[in-house]
């Protein structure tokens, strides 16, 4: 029986899910904190979860050759990076066993590739959030949650954002610090400033702040903004957004722009696109174009498909493709998504594009009965995947070719395994690094009809 504050020694056998290195003791599962596959280490109990136990490394007995130092201060605390300890070429060998082992776990016959890495795997990130707390001397601090926890700890910059937007969050505590914003309690649920959302293009630099708040009134809000927009005249645009309830949701419904358009434009694939605050926009912006241009190369278009673009968010995918193929439609749940997908066909006169806003199964439950016809379907759900409703009235669809995009590769596989009941099966798997540093990875499939 192993227990908590004890030490125990142990091999690491793999990665698992979360990006803790995986050991075994006795019949129990140990997920240990920055350990990397091969090395041998002591390891104190932290922790028990449902499915195991946590653990921290007290000392190496064998350490990872490719194990680096991390230049990151908060590491240890903050649960963002799960591989910064870990070289990157190594990192992409460690998430290419993860998929294949989730393929194999599914009973698919799939090869997986190897990932397709970044060069410069730092700085990605054009999507932000930090939040604000008071400290126990009452002054406002900046910074991100601790994993598994509700504390936050406190930052300077993070290597995964780009140096601006640091920047701007740094002004944008001096500012709150100097007009007496009360930053958010937590615990009693009062003050007043929450988190900040910050956007970035990366072609177009325009610049997105949303400052969360706890009500719609602002007091001193002309000044926070002249005052932000003296020290950053780079910001395009700022949205005050009100969440008032007791959530770990960053976002509220409610929004206000106070400076600026309430969007930011950016390029990707060519196309330009107008990007609201809660509109889904891929945070790596380089890897998102090598992620749909391999959508696109695998579907292998001829000019005279129609397309369907299910789960599209702003119709970034639909839109990569449009100019390949007869029409697309794109069918969205999220409706200031839709909203922003119109107007982004408009801006790129796009006249063969159309968005649709509903749920995706509903929609495709529809266009099954109405025996409507795509000759592929391109798919990119959120995390927890599809379902059998929307895949079973896919296949009656019947196109010819699926292409199944994830960001979590192991519900894309429970999918997989339904898709192949349906008569659609693929080949291979080719993962992208879309998230550099972290445990996660993107995932694509081309299913083709037996
Ligand atoms: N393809 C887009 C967005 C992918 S993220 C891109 O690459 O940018 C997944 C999207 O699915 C989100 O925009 C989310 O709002 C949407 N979504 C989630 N559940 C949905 C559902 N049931 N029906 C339709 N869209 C859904």
Redesign the pocket.
């Known amino acids: 029986m192993v227990k908590i504050n004890q030490i125990y020694q142990v091999e690491i056998i793999s990665l698992a899910d979360n990006g803790y290195g995986l050991a075994r003791l006795h019949n129990d599962v140990i997920y240990v904190k920055q350990a990397l596959p091969q090395e041998h280490v002591s390891v104190k109990i932290t922790k028990r979860l449902q499915r195991g136990y946590v653990g921290e490394i007290v000392k190496w007995q064998v350490r990872d050759p490719h194990r680096v130092k991390s230049s990151c201060d908060i590491y240890h605390h903050c649960g963002s990076c799960h591989l910064l300890h870990c070289e990157y070429s190594h990192q992409l060998s460690l998430k290419q066993a993860m998929v294949k082992k989730w393929v194999k776990d599914s009973s698919l016959s799939l090869k997986v590739l190897p990932v397709i890495g970044m060069r410069e795997p730092y700085q990605y990130r054009n999507k932000v959030i930090v939040s604000f707390y008071k400290d126990r001397n009452s002054k406002l601090q900046k910074g991100f949650y601790e994993e598994f926890s509700h504390r936050i700890i406190p930052y300077q910059s993070c290597l995964l954002h780009d140096e601006m937007m640091d920047d701007i969050v740094n002004s944008i505590a001096l500012i709150a610090k100097k007009q007496r914003i009360e930053p958010y309690d937590e615990r009693r649920h009062s003050g007043f400033l929450r988190h900040v959302l910050l956007r970035k293009g990366r072609v177009s630099k325009e610049i997105m702040v949303v400052p969360v708040c706890t009500s719609e009134q602002f007091p001193g809000r002309k000044k926070f903004v002249s005052e932000l927009l003296k020290a950053h005249p780079e910001i395009t645009t700022i949205v005050q957004n009100v969440n008032g309830r007791k959530t770990s949701v960053v976002l509220g419904s409610q929004e206000r722009v106070l400076y600026g358009s309430g969007k930011i434009e950016d390029v990707l694939m060519g196309n330009r696109h107008q990007i609201s605050s809660k509109s889904?926009?891929?945070i790596n912006h380089e890897q998102c174009e090598v992620l749909y241009h391999k959508a696109l190369d695998l579907l292998n278009l001829n000019g005279n498909e129609t397309v369907l673009d299910a789960?599209?968010?702003?119709g970034?995918?639909g839109l990569s493709v449009a100019n390949h193929v007869k029409q697309v439609i794109g069918?969205?749940?999220?409706q200031q998504?839709v909203h922003d997908a119109i107007g982004n066909a408009a801006l790129n006169h796009m006249t063969n594009a159309r968005f649709i806003c509903d749920?995706?199964?509903h929609f495709m439950e529809q266009a099954a009965a109405q025996k409507r016809h795509f000759d592929a379907v391109i798919m990119?759900?959120?995390r927890s995947g599809s379902d059998k409703e929307f895949m079973r009235a896919c296949a009656k669809i019947q196109p010819k070719q699926i292409v199944y995009i994830s960001c979590d590769p192991r519900t894309q596989m429970r999918d997989l395994v339904f898709f192949k009941k349906l008569g659609y099966e693929g080949k291979e798997v080719i993962p992208v690094d879309l998230f550099p540093n972290t445990n996660h990875v993107e995932t694509i499939v081309l299913l083709s009809r037996k």
């Open positions: 889904f926009y891929q789960y599209c968010g702003i970034t995918i069918v969205e749940s999220n998504a749920d995706a199964t990119d759900p959120p």
